[in-house]
């Protein structure tokens, strides 16, 4: 199982770099590990191979599409906040009062066209001066003189 | 896929196990780990991402690829994960789930005390000993595989031993007093 049992010892190999008191160390540790490895087997290549072979196999590619659409929901989360975010401060400029509301009915269109109406200057202004300055023209019907204009109790009552 | 044409794919399959067993050090003796890591050299030799020079044997170069797969981000976010899943489960935290390899060596119990020895050690000790120890490689090829100078891969490989060592003593010490 272990590279250690399938090769002859190697010119050059770590076993020729062992000094005496080394030996038995390594010995130990080879023991144990050889063991851990007995007791377990891996997967068979051709196994591990088919499957990062085939395509969508592997644990990467199985895991792409995930990341994937993690990805595009990141992104779309982040534009919606910006967009939103930039709404804001033009609310808060005052300058696109239109733009806020966007009213979804006509109820709230309503409401809104009213509240902007008694918003207006114009609508609160009394206008003093310019009903002081109205002056009205002279009546032209003639009427009759008061001197010779003589009615009678009755004619006045109807 | 693009093709790798200087990997031979019956040395590659002579390789497999030893591959495996390679894996299954990195991955912490998790077999699950170790045949993902495995899967995932794979399909890097597939695709062409992992291209082998022939600058070195192409057991090295292996061993050099599947521990960075092993090491990558990734993957310690995941064990991370595994961790805090296994945290949760409250499982007994000897590892002695079907998935742990290295629990299994526990009937043995001379191999049980080097093995736990040997977990106790830091990853590069770990590595370097498994490496000359059990693979047989010259401590340049370990470096080699662990992308690190000679130089740092022998002081690894002097502490590893000498940490080894002490352990062992000490654990025979305690058991026999």
Redesign the interface.
Known sequence: MSGHENRSAQPGSGSDELRGDDRDLAAALRAALASRDRSVRSARFAELWSQVGRPGGGFASRWRPAFAAGALLVVLAGLTWTLTDRTGHRDADGSTVASRAQPANEKARADLALARELSSPDYWRVPTDELLAFAAPPLSADLPSARGFDVSLEESLL | ?RHNPLID?RE??QL???C??WA??CSR?R?NE???V???T??AI?EGRARFAATSSL?TWLFAVIRNHARSRWRRARHALATLVHLASFAPADGSGTDD??G??QR?E???R??NA?RALPVRQREV???????????AE?AQVLGIAVGTARVHYERG?AA??RS?RAGRIAEES
């Open positions: 896929m794919l590659l399959e497999h196990d030893q495996f067993s299954l050090t003796g077999r170790a045949e993902e495995l899967q995932m794979y399909l597939l057991r390899a290295e299994q060596v043995d001379q191999s049980r080097v093995m040997w000993l498994d490496l000359v120890f059990y693979r047989d490689l010259p401590i370990a031993k080894l060592r062992l």
